[in-house]
């Protein structure tokens, strides 16, 4: 597949899931630019804002396979990878696998579950893989992680660590409907005379497999690479940040920028591409400092500084 098979299949992925997500196409092109990015997705909003009916639609969408954790704190850690037990009838220890063998990983209140249980999705996020028995098993491609939180509730709850929100290449939020939208969903609920919504697939494994690949060939002029990198050196020198964006936050801007790109039919990511996903692709990995944190100031605020502070690059 091409540049333009991308905003092809993208659009036609994103019609799909919108005939059960109404009102939130913007929303829905960054899960895109998280899918074409080959990275994963932290979504953090209020319950009942459909995110984890986001993921699912668009494991169906993409003709994925789709498993579900709902993280609490008694999950161990051999619940998301799996483990050996013994078979009785044959007298061997036999591999049962758990759901990190899918493609859509959806980690439901990620942040219910204690550390030791989080970190188990740490190498099947960075290395695709998973170590059961000193056994290593790769993991099925494409293979993404798809975490939700809710973040009002903190009782009973483990923050996750600032090394396992990096691994998230964004994060977003939902946000609640207008009121027109809002009717919208109760209209549709009510003509569909169920609960649940298929979604056709429109792709296959091997086509997102295809899609990804072709995000490779949307150019990125040095200028524009520079303007990545000084973005995140920007971070880390802000007097209010404590610790600022790794190149990890570097090679984010790249991957989202260039899907970005490819959704909207060019081959060259834009400045303004930079401009738009470097709110997801950096806020989450940005420390502040105590006393801005506790007069209010928040990440994206801090971001927000940054982008007006660095200068854009003229580009040929």
Known sequence: MNVASVREVGSDLLDAVETVIVGKRAVLERVLWAVLGDGHLLIEDVPGLAKTLIAKSFAAGLGLSFRRIQFTPDLLPADITGTYVFERKTGDFILRRG????????????????????SALLEAMQERQATL????FPL???????????????????????????????????????????????????????DDATIEAVTTPDEVRSLQAAIEDVHVDTAVEGYMVDIVAATRAHSQVDVGASPRGSLALL???????????????????????AMPALAHRIILKPDPWIRGVRTASVLADVLAAVPVPKVP
């Open 133 to 136: 028995e000193g056994e290593t």
């Open 99 to 118: 759901p990190v063998f899918t493609n859509v990983l959806l980690a439901d209140e990620i942040n219910r579950a204690p550390p030791k249980t989080q």
């Open 140 to 194: 099925d491609r494409p293979f993404f992680v798809i975490a939700t939180q809710n973040p009002i509730e903190h009782e009973g709850t483990y923050p996750l660590p600032e090394a396992q929100v990096d691994r998230f290449l964004l994060k977003i939020d939902v946000g609640y409907p207008t009121r027109e939208q809002e009717i919208e969903v109760l209209e549709r609920r009510r003509k569909r005379r169920a």
């Open 255 to 277: 991957k989202a920028s260039r899907a970005r790109a490819a959704i909207a039919g060019r081959d060259f990511v834009t400045p303004d591409d930079v401009k738009v996903v």
